[in-house]
């Protein structure tokens, strides 16, 4: 796996190709199409993480079948950030403020250049709302960007443990248990 306090996972690529091949045993063909999610890269990480973790899947593709090649997302999620989000309502009183609703998604103004997008995937009634980072960082899909955006935000309310969205898509939080 990952030792304590290292960023890139050197393993990943065994890892890739060994879950491509239970479900090639199980499903008699290999899928066509990956997104995979990754947490847990600070933002002075994210540049060797895209070079070395993405040729290890790339080559995981290759070893399983040397002519597959499936579409393929890599998705760096980020959830330390100082980034916050408000709505605000005037009234009579003047202006209020509250956290954003649960699937607030933010893809514009305040984002990189590159494929990037904010969520605010749970509902918070006490204390700040805090938004999740996605970085679309490789990308041979053919989905749109607002696939990703429902993709992401649809998988947030896929955690067995709690009825409602959680801050992260669940196999983001299932990589913690």
Same mark, same amino acid.
């Given at each position: 796996?990952?030792?304590?306090?290292?960023?890139?996972?050197?393993?990943?690529?065994?890892?890739?190709?060994?879950?491509?091949?239970?479900?090639?045993?199980?499903?008699?063909?290999?899928?066509?199409?990956?997104?995979?999610?990754?947490?847990?890269?600070?933002?002075?990480?994210?540049? +060797?993480? $895209?070079?070395? =973790?993405?040729?290890?899947?790339?080559?995981?593709? *290759?070893?399983? #079948? !040397? /002519?597959?090649?499936?579409?393929?997302?890599?998705?760096?999620?980020?959830?330390?950030? +100082?980034? $916050?989000?408000? =709505?605000?309502?005037?009234?009579?009183?003047?202006? *209020?403020?509250? #956290? !954003? /609703?649960?699937?607030?998604?933010?893809?514009?103004?305040?984002?990189?250049?590159?494929?990037?997008?904010?969520?605010?995937?749970?509902?918070?009634?006490?204390?700040?709302?805090?938004?999740?980072?996605?970085?679309?960082?490789?990308?041979?899909?053919?989905?749109?960007?607002?696939?990703?955006?429902?993709?992401?935000?649809?998988?947030?309310?896929?955690?067995?443990?709690?009825?409602?969205?959680?801050?992260?898509?669940?196999?983001?939080?299932?990589?913690?248990?």
């Amino acid at each position: 796996m990952q030792n304590v306090g290292e960023e890139i996972m050197k393993t990943v690529g065994r890892l890739v190709e060994r879950a491509l091949r239970v479900y090639l045993a199980e499903n008699k063909q290999l899928p066509s199409l990956i997104i995979f999610y990754r947490d847990g890269v600070g933002d002075s990480q994210i540049d +060797s993480t $895209k070079s070395e =973790e993405i040729n290890l899947i790339l080559q995981s593709f *290759t070893r399983v #079948n !040397p /002519s597959y090649n499936p579409q393929f997302a890599h998705i760096i999620v980020t959830k330390r950030i +100082s980034d $916050k989000f408000f =709505e605000f309502e005037e009234g009579r009183d003047g202006t *209020t403020y509250r #956290n !954003p /609703s649960s699937g607030t998604m933010v893809c514009s103004d305040i984002v990189s250049g590159s494929f990037e997008y904010f969520i605010c995937a749970q509902n918070v009634t006490q204390g700040t709302a805090k938004p999740t980072r996605y970085q679309v960082v490789h990308n041979t899909t053919k989905l749109s960007a607002d696939t990703f955006y429902c993709l992401t935000f649809q998988q947030c309310f896929n955690y067995y443990n709690w009825t409602g969205a959680i801050r992260t898509p669940a196999c983001v939080q299932y990589a913690h248990k």
